[in-house]
């Protein structure tokens, strides 16, 4: 025999504040399994952070797919985890850390309460657009066949990315690039044959270290001891 079953639903209509959402999210999730970026999306600095950059014209996705679904540019969107990504490796120095698996750094209590510790929102943009315009002038070096690209594959320079970045930007403020000094930098100034210096310096160095210590390139990239060599070099 068919019997009767009663299914309890709840029905939420959704204000048109952001905040009130968020409310509703961090509320009605607490049983849900979520994504380490799903978690901390409520959080007030994530949602300052979002706020701000729209004004930069970049949509920080604090809900996974949110503007991606809204048609937004992939180029100006930005998730949580690149975020912690571009911070970590450039204002504390942790570029092998930023090549850890996607969430690591914000799934970590103690790496997502280190990172997102700025009170001024502009550190946050500053960065990442610094290190957006890193990339687009890598990429621009190897927009044809030289023998520059051929002694320094695109993919070794994407292993050291981060590490381009910090040396690159530590050119302009010399060894100690912090949240207040990186403000100073305008990223549309950043000059590409000082990334081209830094791509070859940085993989240069890279390969010397894989040779002595028998690594794969890759494996040097995410080494500390490897970080802390190039952050002692002049």
Request: proline share 1%; with cysteine.
């Given at each position: 025999?068919?019997?009767?079953?009663?299914?309890?639903?709840?029905?939420?209509?959704?204000?048109?504040?952001?905040?009130?959402?968020?409310?509703?999210?961090?509320a009605?999730?607490?049983?849900?399994?979520?994504?380490?970026?799903?978690?901390?999306?409520?959080?007030n600095?994530?949602?300052?952070?979002e706020?701000?950059?729209?004004?930069?014209?970049?949509?920080?996705?604090?809900?996974?797919?949110?503007?991606?679904?809204?048609?937004?540019?992939?180029?100006?969107?930005?998730?949580?985890?690149?975020?912690?990504?571009?911070?970590?490796?450039?204002?504390?120095?942790?570029?092998?850390?930023?090549?850890k698996?996607?969430?690591?750094?914000?799934?970590n209590?103690n790496?997502?309460?280190?990172?997102?510790?700025?009170?001024?929102?502009?550190?946050?943009?500053?960065?990442?657009?610094?290190?957006?315009?890193?990339?687009?002038?890598i990429?621009?070096?190897?927009?044809?066949?030289?023998?520059?690209?051929?002694?320094?594959?695109f993919?070794?320079a994407?292993?050291?990315?981060?590490?381009?970045a910090?040396?690159?930007?530590?050119?302009?403020?010399?060894?100690?690039?912090?949240?207040?000094?990186?403000?100073?930098?305008?990223?549309?100034?950043?000059?590409?044959?000082?990334?081209?210096?830094?791509?070859?310096?940085?993989?240069?160095?890279?390969?010397?270290?894989?040779?002595?210590?028998?690594?794969?390139?890759?494996?040097?990239?995410?080494?500390?001891?490897?970080?802390?060599?190039?952050?002692?070099?002049?």
């Amino acid at each position: 025999k068919n019997k009767e079953k009663l299914l309890l639903i709840r029905i939420i209509c959704l204000p048109e504040d952001d905040n009130k959402i968020d409310k509703i999210i961090k509320a009605t999730n607490s049983q849900t399994s979520l994504s380490a970026s799903a978690l901390r999306a409520t959080d007030n600095i994530q949602y300052d952070i979002e706020t701000h950059l729209k004004s930069k014209n970049l949509f920080y996705e604090r809900r996974k797919n949110y503007y991606k679904n809204r048609g937004k540019n992939r180029d100006s969107i930005v998730t949580i985890e690149s975020m912690a990504q571009v911070i970590n490796a450039l204002i504390d120095k942790q570029p092998h850390l930023s090549l850890k698996a996607a969430g690591y750094l914000v799934k970590n209590d103690n790496n997502y309460i280190r990172i997102f510790r700025f009170k001024d929102v502009q550190i946050y943009s500053k960065a990442f657009l610094c290190m957006k315009k890193i990339l687009e002038l890598i990429s621009d070096l190897y927009s044809e066949k030289n023998d520059f690209t051929e002694n320094y594959p695109f993919h070794e320079a994407l292993y050291f990315k981060f590490h381009i970045a910090l040396k690159v930007l530590q050119n302009y403020t010399g060894k100690n690039l912090n949240e207040y000094n990186i403000l100073d930098i305008d990223s549309n100034k950043i000059q590409d044959n000082i990334v081209k210096e830094n791509v070859k310096e940085i993989i240069d160095s890279a390969k010397v270290y894989s040779k002595v210590y028998k690594m794969e390139l890759l494996a040097v990239a995410k080494s500390k001891h490897f970080t802390e060599k190039i952050l002692e070099e002049e």
